[in-house]
């Protein structure tokens, strides 16, 4: 099954960092898989080598696999449900953030086997 991928960039506030992650990795992400249309869920934090100097806008990265056909769905269910007791939003989140939506535009391609 293709899925789109759902992106989202973050920060903590200023000494935040460890309030964030237990929020969005034990509360966020399990909220967010409960709405019907997303597939799987991963967090990344920033790595320490990186092609630019810091600073850089976002310390972490969600991603999330979204069935096309409920796409629609789950944003409608993220507009509304976002910020209220059904998906309550940490005080520890940065107020800049970004969220984007995007579909597979290429197969995906992996990197020749040396002995191939």
Known sequence: MTHWTYIVLCSAL???DDALN???SDR???DVLRIPGVLAAQ???????QRTDPP???NYLAIYEIDPEKAAGVMARLRRDTG???LPVSDAVAPEY????FEPLTPRRVRPSAQG
């Open 14 to 16: 200023p000494g935040r």
């Open 22 to 24: 237990e929020w969005y």
């Open 28 to 30: 966020h992400v399990p």
């Open 43 to 49: 967090r990344f934090r920033l790595a320490p080598v």
């Open 56 to 58: 850089h806008a976002y």
């Open 84 to 86: 209220t007791p059904a």
């Open 98 to 101: 970004l969220q984007l939506m």
